[in-house]
Each structure stands twice: as C-alpha cells, then as structure tokens.
Nanobody, 123 residues
Framework: QAQLVESGGGLVQAGGSLSLSCAASKRTSSNNAVAWFRQAPGKEREFVSAISWSGCSTTYAEFVEGRFAISRDRAASTVYLQMNNLKPEDTGVYYC????????????????WGKGTLVTVSS
C-alpha cells in the first residue's frame, strides 16, 4: 500500500525556520505531483504548496509570501518544504499528499494523504 510519512515538525519561535520532509514508500509513484496542506486548530485544511512530478513546476498559496520553498528528490522519493520567517498563524498540522497525476490540479485530485506533522510557532 502506498504511504507518505511526514517529519520535521516541532516548536519554533516566530521568525524561525523549519524543514519538513515527506517520504514516500516504494509503492508510491515518483511520477505524481505532491502537495503540502495544513490545518490550524478549529479551521479547515488549506493548500500550502505543490510540486510537479519533475520538480520543474511549483505553486504556492498567497499567504506563503515567498517564505516557503518546496522541492523534491525523486531518487530519494522525498519532497521537502523549507519554511522560513515563520509566523504564529503558520501553526497547524502539515500534511503531504500525492496527486493522481503529474501536476497538481486541486484538492479533488489528491490520491492519498500522509498522517501529518505538527508545527507550532510561538510568538
């Protein structure tokens, strides 16, 4: 069964940085786009960033404002999310998700999800 495992979450002060990783099991295709979502306490899950199968195409939510960078190592079957200048409003559980195809086409095109990693940003 395909599986995504997130890691790298933790507690950080505002202005700090964290690097999240999303490792895919061997049964996960590296020819699929991967996206990051997050869910803050009491709020709905929202899109953060996505990267195409090749890594050549990336997209970000407006609230990222140039602070985050998504990348992937296809050989290692891992997608990364580097988060800089973190704000308290970035607090939440961060999920990675595999798209059904080579490009991200919205949350409706997600094939499966990881279980998430918690990011807490203190003020």
């Amino acid at each position: 069964q395909a599986q995504l495992v997130e890691s790298g979450g933790g507690l950080v002060q505002a202005g700090g940085s964290l690097s999240l990783s999303c490792a895919a099991s061997k049964r996960t295709s590296s020819n699929n786009a991967v996206a990051w979502f997050r869910q803050a306490p009491g709020k709905e899950r929202e899109f953060v960033s996505a990267i195409s199968w090749s890594g050549c195409s990336t997209t970000y939510a407006e609230f990222v404002e140039g602070r985050f960078a998504i990348s992937r190592d296809r050989a290692a079957s891992t997608v990364y999310l580097q988060m800089n200048n973190l704000k308290p409003e970035d607090t939440g559980v961060y999920y990675c998700a595999a798209a059904r195809g080579p490009y991200y086409s919205g949350s409706g095109g997600i094939s499966y999800w990881g279980k998430g990693t918690l990011v807490t940003v203190s003020s």
